[in-house]
């Protein structure tokens, strides 16, 4: 496949996938490709870009997928059509995720539509959030919005199991760390500033030194030892509310669903001025993992941890737009 040579694209599934492109993904890997024939999209993962150290199951690779595939879903209402997705488990071809297709006209809701103006808007935050509570209406919607997808978003309200998870995420940091090749990984998709690459992630969304919020969660290390990374201004010390994305199995569907449920979460969020700080690196050691099921998810398996909250704009991540990605007749 050479996408250089992509034709140039018609309008409905050149929408459809300019949207999708702007889904949130594991050191912005962007672990996914598109082919159209006719009005219909096909989804595929791009297992080259997989984190073979940190996610050698491609779980976090389906996690950003499902966040493509949410938003082909709402790019499509937001043409005012139906939805028409196929999911598409094939053993012969592990990568292929879904089929969507505009149906017959049917105007998007105001909600739909205020959600679909947050996707380029929406960005991964990193650092301590602005102090006060969120609205408890705001934490209902997204519990609901999750739930619509079939998936749990656990408000973490006790503080003693805040402290617990931000330990785990800490431990989780410090054991990765000893990994030379998860360090060499990382480093590859946290490019030096001034280079060409658009993927990965860049020096304008990571703070040099990370804020030190109580209780602390680790920062993932994209500067470490490069000497880039955001000087920050004021500080602000706020943890913001944790919550966890769980689900009742832990296989392909259950990686793609939380997904579609996380950008969904996360566009609804965007609405409000509301943003997420990932702290992944616990569901990447399983032992770790593992105890986070047992203990604080009955025994559900945690997909996604995030701390949400109203961020300094100097630590919201910027992106670069995407190569092209697109194969076929768009
Ligand atoms: C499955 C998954 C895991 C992620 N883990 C982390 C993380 O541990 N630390 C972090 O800073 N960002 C994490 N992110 C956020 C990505 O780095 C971010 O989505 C990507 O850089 C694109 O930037 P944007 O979200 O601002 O568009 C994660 C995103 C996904 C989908």
Redesign the pocket.
């Known amino acids: 496949m050479d996408r250089a040579d992509t034709p140039e694209r018609g309008k409905g599934a050149h929408v459809l996938v300019d949207a999708a492109v702007?889904?949130?993904?594991?050191?912005?890997?962007?672990p996914w490709w598109f082919d159209t024939e006719g009005e219909t999209v096909t989804l595929h993962a791009d297992t080259d870009r997989r984190l073979d150290v940190a996610?050698p199951q491609g779980?976090?690779?389906l996690?950003?997928c499902g966040?493509a595939l949410f938003t082909l879903r709402l790019a499509v209402r937001r043409l005012g059509r139906r939805l028409d997705v196929r999911m598409a488990p094939d053993p012969d071809r592990p990568g292929l995720i879904a089929d969507v297709t505009p149906g017959p006209p049917q105007p998007a809701t105001d909600e739909e539509r205020r959600m679909y103006d947050q996707i380029k808007r929406?960005?991964?935050?990193?650092g301590g959030f602005r102090a006060g509570a969120l609205p408890v209406g705001l934490l209902q919607a997204l519990r609901a919005h999750a739930c619509a997808e079939h998936v749990s978003l656990r408000i973490v309200a006790d503080p003693r199991v805040r402290i617990a998870l931000a330990a785990l995420s800490e431990a989780a940091e410090q054991v990765q760390q000893m990994d030379p090749a998860y360090v060499a990984e990382v480093a590859r998709w946290a490019p030096a500033p001034g280079g060409e690459r658009l993927d990965?992630?860049?020096e304008p969304?990571?703070p040099r030194d990370p804020d030190h919020i109580d209780p602390d969660f680790a920062?993932?290390d994209?500067a470490r030892g490069q000497g880039w990374g955001l000087v920050g201004g004021e500080r602000r010390e706020a943890t913001g509310v944790v919550v966890l994305l769980t689900t009742t199995g832990d296989g392909r569907a259950d990686w793609i669903r939380a997904?579609e449920a996380?950008q969904r979460v996360?566009l609804r969020a965007a609405e409000d001025d509301v943003s997420?700080?990932?702290?992944?690196?616990v569901?990447?050691v399983p032992e770790l993992r593992e105890f986070l099921r047992t203990r604080f998810c009955d025994g559900t398996y945690p997909?996604?941890i995030?701390r949400l909250g109203v961020a300094q704009e100097e630590f919201?991540?910027?992106?670069s737009p995407t190569a092209d990605v697109a194969d076929g007749d768009l």
Do not use: K, N, Y
């Open positions: 702007w889904a949130p993904s594991a050191h912005d890997t962007r996610d779980r976090e690779m996690i950003g966040a929406r960005r991964t935050h990193r990965g992630v860049h969304g990571c920062g993932r994209f997904g996380l996360l997420a700080a990932f702290h992944t690196q569901l990447e997909q996604m995030m919201d991540g910027v992106r």
